[in-house]
């Protein structure tokens, strides 16, 4: 009789195994990668390389928008945004692309916040400091803030706000290179 009880708890803790295993598999970890480019607008009093007086001077850029997508994405991977867990900036990096003789020596530091519809504006990534010479930097991002109502937007808007110690070249071009990670489970 005992033998007779026993096989339907085994029988029952071999489906509920299955069922979580399932659930792992169904897991979906997908990064989303995004690409602009932002201008460098001319500058009142532009003598670019002069270095500016001591303490630089803040350099704001007009929030850029970027199509998010997302409706797209949970399709492409078989979910809904309901079943979305977390999204999150992975990475973002900034690249100058012309012109060629440009480099972010004219930066100390660099903040970029994030917005879209209906959302606030939260710091996603920065970086104080900026070595000297470089042509692309790759920012510190953070990885706490869930992106999710944000990314099921059907745009979000980034904004970088810099501190400059040099007036940039008018017209420098740099390609902005957010990268999302988006985690969901369609089973839960």
């Known amino acids: 009789m005992k033998k007779l009880l026993l096989f339907p708890a085994i029988i029952l803790c071999i489906a509920i195994a299955a069922c979580n295993k399932v659930k792992q598999l169904a897991f979906i970890n997908v990064d989303i990668p995004y690409s602009g ?10 003598t670019f390389g002069i270095p500016l007086p001591p303490g630089g ?3 704001p850029f007009p929030a850029v928008p970027f199509a998010t997508n997302y409706k797209a994405s949970v399709s ?3 979910t809904s945004t309901d079943k979305i867990l977390k999204v999150d900036l992975k990475s973002f990096s900034l690249q100058i692309l012309s012109p060629s003789n440009q480099n972010y020596d004219f930066m100390d530091s660099i903040q970029v916040f994030l917005s879209a519809p ?3 504006e939260v710091l996603i990534a920065y970086q104080y400091g900026i070595p000297k010479g470089l042509m692309t ?5 953070d990885t706490s803030v869930n992106l999710k109502n944000y990314f099921t937007q059907d745009t979000m808007n980034y904004r970088l706000n810099t501190h400059i110690n ?3 070249q008018t017209g420098t071009e740099m390609k902005i290179s957010p990268v999302i990670n988006l985690q969901a ?4």
């Open 57 to 59: 001077a803040s350099l």
């Open 118 to 120: 209906s959302q606030p």
């Open 185 to 188: 489970n369609p089973l839960q």
């Open 137 to 141: 930097l790759t920012l510190t991002t």
């Open 76 to 78: 492409q991977y078989g």
């Open 166 to 168: 040099a007036v940039p």
């Open 37 to 46: 480019q932002i201008t460098i607008q001319q500058i009142q009093g532009d």
